[in-house]
């Protein structure tokens, strides 16, 4: 129904309140999936296991896909910790801007 591109708009649509980047320009959001039924799901990371925002950036991942893609009608967020995620998996203009930080 929708392409992983699709989803990764939708997513980008959520910044880190910590850093103000969005989730896909810093390389957190690792695949995305929708089926013909409206079943989507985000596999994602965060930059640290003790991320005191987790549940409120799964929340508003969900929201977001729900919110720009109207056909969703379910949507999961599976938070993984492999492969650990690291700068180098930003894009160059936030890996520039943290490494300056």
Request: net charge negative; charged share 25%.
């Given at each position: ?14 910044i ?15 695949d ?15 930059s ?54």
């Amino acid at each position: 129904m929708y392409t992983k591109d699709e989803i990764f708009k939708a997513v980008s649509t959520v910044i880190d309140p910590e850093v103000e980047f969005n989730l896909v320009e810093m390389g957190l959001i690792y695949d995305a999936f929708c089926n013909e039924e409206g079943d989507a799901k985000v596999i994602m990371t965060l930059s640290t296991k003790a991320c005191p925002l987790h549940q409120m950036i799964v929340t508003w991942v969900e929201e977001a896909v729900l919110r720009e893609l109207i056909k969703v009608q379910n949507i999961e967020v599976e938070v993984v910790w492999e492969p650990v995620w690291n700068i180098s998996m930003a894009q160059e203009h936030v890996k520039s801007a943290l490494t300056q930080a």
